[in-house]
């Protein structure tokens, strides 16, 4: 008989399941970009959680799932017109120059950086599982992990072009780590969506599952891949790349765009 997932923590907005060697976090929030990117208890909330884990020898991997429509443009949209104060229509350019609450506006991109940075070095192998289209900030973001899952059919999204703001998730400092210029140029200033299954031929993606039973496919495939020496996680992790030396930078410059530095 298969041993179901032992629940170790949930709220609204977010649920810890520990299924074997794997720690699945899934975002249950129909409203991710309020509830857990400018609410800093539940920021500390999200943190620890990462340290249990990391701290855990029984686990191996963690895997980040989401519900449908939890990172999508219209989800993304509504944040950024509740925080502007503006009315946004996702149809029509607005350049938005000026936050009327500005204060969520840094709290959102310091609490993304602060997720990138932790992904890089995290310990154990981490994954993502993206059902449903995913705007700009959530596909930057993913990519500091180390596999990612999508949903057959699904598209990539790129808001941030509407209303002239910059890419978070520091999605210009990742994609030239996957595809040339001129495709990390395309992807970046045309705002045309991208099908899953180009991100997928570009090396942006790992696995396509169909939508019908995708977070059992995640969790399986996750399982597998994570299932290996922990030793050698670590030593191969170690010989990488410092991509937290050159985040800090990078993020340097981002923290000016909202007068942080």
Known sequence: MTKQPVIEFENDDIQLAIDGHLAIIKILSKNPWRNLFTDLEKTEEINQLYAHIENDNAIKGLLFLNNPECYDETAYINFLAEISGKDIDSLKFRKISDFEHEVDRVREILVTQQY?????????????????????????????????????????????????????????????????????????????????????ALGLIHTIFPEKDFHNRCISEAKSISDISRSAVRLTKELRPDYGKELKKYFATEKRFVGIL
């Open 116 to 200: 990138i940075l932790r992904m890089v070095r995290f310990k154990k192998l981490t994954f993502t599982g993206s059902l449903g289209n995913v705007s700009t900030p959530f596909l930057g973001a993913s990519l500091s992990n180390d596999f990612r899952f999508a949903s057959e059919g699904d598209f990539f999204t790129f808001p941030h072009i509407k209303f002239g703001l910059h890419p978070t998730g520091a999605l210009p400092f990742w994609l030239p780590h996957y595809v040339n210029k001129g495709k990390s140029d395309e992807i970046l200033f045309s705002g045309k969506d991208l099908s899953v299954k180009e991100a997928y």
